[in-house]
């Protein structure tokens, strides 16, 4: 499935953005611009870029029943999530990071999800994914996509039903633990996005992961789903 990029153009009320637009990043303690004061001065989404997300946006906010947070919380909340996930999850080879351009953030799940051509999860990485999964219950406002990859090792079809299944795993155990099934999605890449092009055998554990991308749902995008 061909991921797409829509871009929601408008106008910002720049002459608004004041210490009101302003938040703390929680990961740096530092003042900031707010991520969505831009957008959500007036309650207006405006010149931000939305990445391509399964199935469309718009379908699975209102499937999902998402109510959506307020618009000048949205780029405070998820650093909030960040950083706790970053603390929960520190030194178990998880790694969580913004994504430019984008309201949404990555969770990187390492190579030792899975055994070695498993789609099992392995018992010494439930504790990790569980944590995981407490933060998306947490925040439920938002939509969740999981892609599964793989390294170039073995066939391509083999490898494109691997990273499928792995994806799948990943979903359904978020689910068991609490995340409503309805936010989320999972779709296998296989050996077509390589993070190192690599066959050395030392760097190929970057290309085996299951990445979890998150999309904080705002009030007005919540609303204009249901018009």
């Known amino acids: 499935m061909k991921m797409s990029r829509y871009f929601v153009s408008g106008l910002a009320a720049v002459s608004l953005l004041g210490l009101s637009a302003c938040v703390t990043d929680p990961n740096t303690g530092e003042r900031k ?6 957008g959500g001065l007036g309650g207006a989404a405006a010149g931000y870029l939305l990445g391509g997300i399964i199935g469309g946006k718009t379908a699975r906010i209102v499937g999902a029943g998402i109510g959506g947070v307020a618009g000048g ?4 909340q998820m650093d909030q999530q960040i950083k706790e996930l970053k603390e929960s999850t520190s030194g178990t080879g998880v790694d969580v ?5 984008e309201d949404a953030f990555l969770v ?3 190579d030792v999800t899975f055994a070695t051509g498993s789609t099992v999860i392995s018992p010494t990485f439930q504790a990790t994914l569980n944590q995981v999964a407490d933060s998306m219950v947490r ?9 599964g ?4 090792v073995g066939s391509t079809a083999s490898n494109q039903r691997l990273s499928e299944e792995r994806a799948r795993a990943v979903t359904n155990y978020l689910v068991s633990r609490g995340v409503t099934s309805s936010r989320i999605r999972w779709q296998g890449f296989g050996e077509t996005q390589l993070r190192v092009q690599t066959g050395d055998n030392v760097n190929e554990p970057l290309n085996r992961r299951v990445e979890i991308k998150v999309m904080p749902i705002s009030q007005e995008e919540a609303a204009a789903a249901r018009n």
């Open 139 to 147: 925040y439920p406002n938002s939509l969740i996509d999981v892609y």
């Open 149 to 152: 990859h793989t390294d170039t």
């Open 33 to 38: 611009i707010s991520r969505t004061a831009i």
């Open 97 to 101: 990071s913004e994504i430019p351009g």
């Open 73 to 76: 919380v949205v780029g405070y």
């Open 108 to 110: 990187n799940l390492p």
